[in-house]
């Protein structure tokens, strides 16, 4: 069970940081892939990949992407917020078995509870692979929640 606390608008502080880490898996690329209907073969099949600039499979850099969103959701502002928009550029690819971390900061208050975040994912090297900026309604009210169980779905 994982209790999540939100932090609302009134107690958002301009350069206030959180992170969220999660490492890349196989099955993550899968289930990705099954979940987008993205299936690139330079993210699914070693032997094309191998042909590429990237010369292994990488990840799809929207999984990336996936992943501010987590991080967003679930830890700043965290539950309740609502993503409005999201700049990303990608500036090295993401390989399997790589340990993400992405990098929350706000940035500014805007009007009618709204907030620019800097939002960054770093490889285990501290390597930045994706960079942008989110805006996001932040909630107005304090809530601590148990975030519900993901299942774990099995690649077949």
Do not use: W
């Amino acid at each position: 069970m994982t209790i999540a606390t939100n932090t609302p608008y009134e107690e958002l502080t301009v350069g206030q940081q959180a992170t969220f880490t999660k490492a890349v898996t196989e099955k993550d690329i899968l289930m990705f892939a099954a979940v987008s209907g993205d299936a690139n073969p330079v993210h699914l099949d070693a032997e094309f990949a191998a042909t590429t600039m990237f010369k292994e499979r990488i990840a799809h850099g929207m999984f990336s992407g996936a992943l501010i969103s987590a991080a967003i959701a679930c830890e700043l502002p965290g539950p309740g917020s609502i993503y409005l928009g999201q700049e990303l550029t990608f500036t090295r690819p993401v390989k399997l078995g790589d340990t993400l971390t992405v990098e929350l900061e706000v940035l500014e208050k805007l009007p009618k509870g709204r907030v620019r975040i800097a939002t960054r994912v770093v490889n285990q090297e501290g390597k930045a692979v994706v960079e942008g900026e989110a805006k996001v309604l932040a909630p107005n009210e304090k809530l601590s929640l148990e975030l519900a169980t993901v299942p774990n779905f099995i690649a077949e």
